[in-house]
């Protein structure tokens, strides 16, 4: 797993929902109720984009159909049958990481 440092955010304590780049992906990084998540930020059923969308019951729920994933896992609400990647945040004294998982590393941890 390879780390990235996320500059210009810090924890909060108001809600946002920002978009940004770490690792060559697009994550939707989530401030809610005070915990803070990382999430892939393209919705899979209609590809919209979550960073657009809003919280609610501790998920971030998609602007085009409001498809809805679990911010902590990133599993879809019953009956969707699909989910978004989450990530691992580690918040250090020079700042805020996300953990991404190379392909082949899944590939590899698959087959243990």
């Known amino acids: 797993m390879n780390w990235y440092k996320i500059p210009g955010v810090q924890p909060a304590d108001e809600p946002f929902i920002k978009r940004i780049k770490a690792g060559g992906k697009s994550i939707c990084l989530v401030n809610y109720e005070g915990k803070l998540y990382a999430l892939s930020a393209i919705c899979p059923h209609a590809g919209g984009d979550l960073s657009d969308g809003w919280c609610e019951h501790s998920k971030i729920v998609c602007p085009i159909h409001r498809f809805s994933y679990d911010l902590a896992t990133g599993k879809g609400t019953e009956g969707q049958n699909d989910y978004i990647e989450s990530y691992p945040i580690e ?12 392909f082949w590393e899944k590939i590899k941890q698959a087959f243990r």
């Open 91 to 102: 918040i250090k004294d020079d700042g805020l990481y996300i953990g991404i998982t190379g």
